[in-house]
């Protein structure tokens, strides 16, 4: 089992920076993708960025060169570091852990940005 704990979100200014935690738990492998998810009010969920072991990285388009992921040594943690944002970045950010048959969620941070 895989527990996953967000936090960072909050209220920010367009523009403005916010750096979302990821703490995890539990039988945590180094060959599994953690990631971010969000969710905007009457959308559906959609991936943000995900990261495998410390290799590949992968971002959705509208969130490249503004986000950063990255991944602790020990794989149990990831961040988001959102730099740049915009009223459509907001909704509630989601960590996700999938690692074959194994798949976990956060509960979820609230991120708004305000004009």
């Known amino acids: 089992q895989v527990q996953l704990v967000e936090s960072g979100g909050g209220l920010v200014q367009a523009g403005g920076s916010l750096k979302l935690s990821c703490s995890g738990s539990?039988?945590?492998?180094?060959?599994?993708?953690m990631g971010w998810y969000r969710q905007a009010p009457g959308k559906q969920r959609e991936l943000v960025a995900t990261?495998?072991?410390?290799?590949?990285?992968n971002y959705t388009e509208s969130v490249k060169g503004r986000f950063i992921i990255s991944r602790t040594t020990n794989w149990k943690n990831i961040f988001l570091q959102m730099n740049n944002l915009k009223p459509e970045d907001t909704g509630v950010y989601y960590c996700?852990?999938?690692?074959?048959?194994?798949?976990?969620w956060g509960q979820g941070t609230q991120v708004t940005v305000s004009s």
């Open positions: 996700h852990y999938r690692r074959l048959s194994v798949e976990s």
């Open positions: 539990g039988s945590i492998s180094s060959l599994s993708t």
């Open positions: 990261v495998t072991g410390h290799g590949p990285k």
